[in-house]
């Protein structure tokens, strides 16, 4: 069936890259990405959350649940949203894939979104920090970007020559304003890889 067409892709996928990165000519750039190879395709083990997962949504909107209670809003929220009070989660799905904020599951809080949901503009990086109800019950996130590569300290991403190859190196630092996604607006997780005290390097795991 489907199913096991799609298991047998990706097994195929896996093992093609496994040998691609076992030959001698396979450039050393990549060799020294293993790390972000073993954390794109390494098998995850099942997590417990402390709080239930929100229901799979409707036409591209994940809504509260139902008698949901609200709870004090953080500083740095209420200055992004202005509101003393709100819904919070620690998680919540949406087709399929689950989101959580960074203090519940750092992996599942690295995501890769469109810019005010503009298509036209290039995803970027951001962590997950808060996920919360609007006034009209819909559920949103609350993320802080990546910052991206200071030009000053002339750093070139090493990246750049691999356009197949979807990742990118950024700041390991992150913005410390907080902004609203929504969770139609996100591409996907990434992986991080720390490489510095000042860079990251930001590996796509969208399934597109």
């Not at 951001?126 to 019950?137: E, P, Q, V």
């Not at 304003?177 to 997780?189: C, D, F, P, T």
Request: a neutral charge; aromatic letters at 10%; charged letters at 25%.
């Amino acid at each position: 069936g489907e199913l096991e067409n799609t298991m047998l892709r990706s097994f195929i996928k896996a093992a093609r890259l496994r040998g691609w990165l076992a030959r001698p000519d396979c450039p050393p750039a990549i060799q020294e990405c293993r790390v972000l190879f073993d954390r794109a395709y390494a098998p995850k083990s099942a997590t417990h959350f402390s709080q239930e997962l929100a229901e799979d949504p409707i036409n591209d909107v994940i809504q509260a649940p139902d008698q949901a209670t609200t709870s004090p809003v953080p500083e740095d929220l209420y200055t992004l949203i202005r509101r003393r009070t709100a819904v919070l989660r620690a998680t919540l799905k949406f087709d399929g894939i689950i989101y959580s904020r960074a203090s519940t599951h750092l992996g599942n809080s690295q995501i890769l979104f469109y810019p005010r949901g503009d298509r036209s503009l290039t995803p970027v990086p951001a962590s997950i920090k808060y996920i919360y109800g609007t006034l009209t019950d819909e559920m949103l996130f609350a993320v802080r970007r990546h910052l991206p590569l200071d030009h000053h300290d002339r750093t070139v991403d090493p990246f750049s020559m691999y356009p197949d190859f979807p990742a990118k190196l950024y700041s390991a630092d992150l913005e410390s304003r907080l902004e609203n996604a929504k969770v139609s607006w996100v591409v996907g997780h990434f992986a991080r890889w720390t490489v510095s005290g000042c860079h990251a390097v930001i590996l796509s795991l969208s399934r597109d």
